[in-house]
């Protein structure tokens, strides 16, 4: 990579979320664990990977399965122990791959310390550690603040008289960012890790940590407001995205540029317009690193809304920033489901797409396969959401199902006669094994393209330039030589290009010369070097 900048070592990389429940169980309890990471490392150096995000493993009862959490210092027993995780970080950099870890910061669990103690009365050492409100005069909650799981986001205390705030599940209490003891234990929070070899962190709900401080109610939606706004017929105006939100990202980000090589701060930054995205990167320097980019997760797979999304990105980027790009992640469904319909030349596509935009990709476990969202059945259920709100919404268990390493009882995840926690449906149907096996599989072209991108500066740093191609076709630049073309249609379609194609979503076309144009097969991409 040409780039000179240390600090900046990931923009050319590729980074890959583990879910680590459905991973690789080495225990044999269907729970996948810290040293079935360990031992699936050279599988993930072989797909070319340069990071790891790793869903939470520290200490949590697992309401919201590790996002409400017991202790952030800690890791959960079921996961292994906190030698574990450091020899999985030791590992990993032996192989040239960092560890980025989850960080929960809007909520604990309410079996945390903390929150124990701030229950215990109103004069407890944590109490405003929380976010705590009188009743109206009528008993009824403080305001007209809904949780994003259903119902009020306010749970009475019976002994005290007086409500706390949980913008998730009663268990998961929110803490009161205005709090200079709570701004206090999280420096010290992120500092532990960091000092024990962590590269960053992805951090959870970072647009809701702060709220209103005069916690007044929220506007009724509109027509323009997001949709799951209209529903709950409010505008999250005062429980969400309040702007004193970036001072605490500010200071975190001050923190990391302290060390050497500074941890890497990306942001689940869930948010409907792509201009308040940009607010968390602040002047492309002083805030997070990266944040997801939402309105592209949420964009479907067609030429144009995504490539209105990407120069739209591109257009409000501060100088300086680097956008971040998935398709999948534990809360949305695969994009082999959503995005491609089980279609496989639509998965091909999809991983392109990623793999050679402008930024750095995250590939969720099992997308480099093509692996589609798991049957779940509602005896299956373990998402509260999902109990909760079936048969409308299945929840996100279907996303969450084990990883199939290989076409033997237990799927390869675990041992044959163990039943996991989630079911896996049938691994016969798509699992690493067969694929590694295979030259035309959806492996075999993921770790072609990543090694592309590791061997061209075009496409690992190189700027993003959309080109006229025909509807239905997206067509872009990525520095002085490269050129990516997909077809995103349902017939043959011209695209203008010259050079040779060096990758290519049908793998008998790579190594073809192109003059001037190239027509391209439905559902087909290609990279062309001049």
Same mark, same amino acid.
């Given at each position: 990579?040409?780039?000179? #900048?240390?600090?900046?070592?990931?923009?050319?990389?590729?980074? @890959?979320?583990?879910?680590?429940?459905?991973?690789?169980?080495?225990?044999? #309890?269907?729970?996948?664990?810290?040293?079935?990471?360990?031992?699936?490392?050279? =599988?993930?150096?072989?797909?070319?990977?340069?990071?790891?995000?790793?869903?939470?493993?520290?200490?949590?009862?697992? &309401? #919201?399965?590790?996002?409400?959490?017991?202790?952030?210092?800690?890791?959960?027993?079921?996961?292994?122990?906190?030698?574990?995780?450091?020899?999985? $970080?030791?590992?990993?950099?032996?192989?040239?791959?960092?560890?980025?870890?989850?960080?929960?910061?809007?909520?604990?669990?309410?079996?945390?310390?903390?929150?124990?103690?701030?229950?215990?009365?109103?004069?407890?050492?944590?109490?405003?550690?929380?976010?705590?409100?009188?009743?109206?005069? !009528?008993?009824?909650?403080?305001?007209?603040?809904?949780?994003?799981?259903?119902?009020?986001?306010?749970?009475? !205390?019976?002994?005290?008289?007086?409500?706390?705030?949980?913008?998730?599940?009663?268990?998961?209490?929110?803490?009161?960012?205005?709090?200079?003891?709570?701004?206090?234990?999280?420096?010290?929070?992120? &500092?532990?890790?960091?000092?024990?070899?962590?590269?960053?962190?992805?951090?959870?709900?970072?647009?809701?940590?702060?709220?209103?401080?005069?916690?007044?109610?929220?506007?009724?939606?509109?027509?323009?407001?997001?949709?799951?706004?209209?529903?709950?017929?409010? &505008?999250?105006?005062?429980?969400?995205?309040?702007?004193?939100?970036?001072?605490?990202?500010?200071?975190?980000?001050?923190?990391?540029?302290? /060390?050497?090589?500074?941890?890497?701060?990306?942001?689940?930054?869930?948010?409907?317009?792509?201009?308040?995205?940009?607010?968390? /990167?602040?002047?492309?320097?002083?805030?997070?690193?990266?944040?997801?980019?939402?309105?592209?997760?949420?964009?479907?797979?067609?030429?144009?809304?995504?490539?209105?999304?990407?120069?739209?990105?591109?257009?409000?980027?501060?100088?300086?920033?680097?956008?971040?790009?998935?398709?999948?992640?534990?809360?949305?469904?695969?994009?082999?489901?959503?995005?491609?319909?089980?279609?496989?030349?639509?998965?091909?596509?999809?991983?392109?797409?990623?793999?050679?935009?402008?930024?750095?990709?995250?590939? /969720?476990?099992?997308?480099?396969?093509?692996?589609? #969202?798991?049957?779940?059945?509602?005896?299956?259920?373990?998402?509260?959401?999902?109990?909760?709100?079936?048969?409308? /919404?299945?929840?996100?268990?279907?996303?969450?199902?084990?990883?199939?390493?290989?076409?033997?009882?237990?799927?390869?995840?675990?041992?044959?006669?163990?039943?996991?926690?989630?079911?896996?449906?049938?691994?016969?149907?798509?699992? $690493?094994?067969?694929?590694?096996?295979?030259?035309?599989?959806?492996?075999?072209?993921? &770790?072609?393209?990543?090694?592309?991108?590791?061997?061209?500066?075009?496409?690992?740093?190189?700027? @993003?330039?959309?080109?006229?191609?025909?509807?239905?076709?997206?067509? =872009?630049?990525?520095?002085?030589?490269?050129?990516?073309?997909?077809?995103?249609?349902? +017939?043959?379609?011209?695209?203008?290009?010259?050079?040779?194609?060096?990758?290519?979503?049908? +793998?008998?076309?790579?190594?073809?010369?192109?003059?001037?144009?190239?027509?391209?097969?439905?559902?087909?991409?290609?990279?062309?070097?001049?």
């Amino acid at each position: 990579m040409s780039t000179s #900048d240390a600090d900046r070592w990931w923009h050319g990389g590729v980074f @890959y979320q583990i879910y680590p429940r459905s991973f690789a169980d080495t225990n044999h #309890d269907g729970v996948g664990d810290l040293p079935g990471i360990t031992a699936k490392l050279d =599988y993930l150096a072989d797909l070319g990977i340069s990071g790891i995000w790793l869903s939470p493993v520290t200490v949590s009862p697992d &309401r #919201d399965w590790g996002y409400d959490v017991a202790d952030y210092c800690g890791i959960d027993p079921g996961f292994g122990t906190l030698a574990d995780l450091d020899t999985l $970080v030791s590992e990993a950099g032996h192989r040239g791959i960092r560890i980025l870890m989850d960080l929960v910061p809007n909520h604990t669990s309410d079996q945390h310390s903390w929150f124990v103690d701030a229950r215990s009365g109103p004069d407890a050492a944590h109490r405003d550690w929380y976010v705590w409100a009188h009743p109206k005069p !009528d008993g009824s909650p403080p305001n007209n603040w809904l949780s994003v799981f259903g119902g009020s986001a306010w749970e009475l !205390d019976e002994a005290s008289g007086q409500y706390y705030l949980h913008n998730f599940e009663a268990q998961q209490p929110d803490l009161n960012w205005w709090s200079e003891d709570v701004r206090g234990a999280f420096d010290a929070i992120v &500092r532990f890790w960091w000092d024990r070899g962590v590269s960053g962190f992805r951090i959870d709900v970072c647009n809701m940590m702060i709220k209103d401080a005069e916690l007044r109610d929220n506007p009724p939606a509109t027509e323009g407001d997001p949709l799951d706004q209209q529903l709950m017929g409010l &505008r999250a105006v005062y429980n969400s995205d309040r702007p004193e939100a970036h001072d605490i990202l500010q200071r975190w980000r001050t923190i990391a540029d302290g /060390y050497e090589t500074p941890p890497l701060l990306i942001g689940e930054t869930n948010v409907e317009q792509l201009t308040t995205l940009m607010e968390f /990167y602040g002047d492309g320097r002083n805030e997070l690193h990266g944040g997801f980019n939402f309105v592209f997760i949420n964009a479907n797979l067609e030429a144009e809304a995504m490539r209105r999304v990407v120069e739209d990105t591109e257009a409000l980027l501060p100088e300086g920033a680097w956008p971040i790009w998935t398709g999948s992640n534990h809360d949305v469904s695969r994009l082999a489901t959503r995005w491609a319909g089980g279609d496989v030349a639509k998965v091909r596509c999809a991983l392109l797409i990623l793999l050679t935009l402008r930024g750095t990709p995250f590939l /969720y476990q099992g997308d480099e396969i093509g692996l589609t #969202d798991g049957p779940i059945f509602q005896s299956d259920l373990h998402d509260a959401v999902g109990i909760r709100f079936w048969p409308y /919404y299945k929840g996100r268990d279907p996303e969450r199902t084990p990883m199939p390493w290989s076409n033997t009882p237990g799927g390869g995840f675990t041992s044959p006669g163990v039943t996991p926690w989630l079911p896996m449906g049938d691994p016969a149907a798509c699992n $690493v094994a067969d694929q590694e096996a295979d030259v035309d599989s959806v492996l075999a072209f993921t &770790r072609r393209a990543i090694a592309g991108r590791r061997h061209s500066d075009d496409l690992a740093v190189g700027p @993003y330039r959309s080109l006229p191609s025909p509807t239905g076709t997206w067509a =872009y630049a990525r520095g002085e030589r490269t050129v990516v073309a997909l077809n995103m249609s349902e +017939r043959a379609q011209p695209v203008e290009a010259t050079g040779t194609i060096v990758l290519s979503t049908e +793998r008998t076309l790579e190594g073809t010369a192109v003059e001037g144009a190239l027509t391209l097969a439905p559902w087909t991409g290609v990279v062309i070097t001049s």
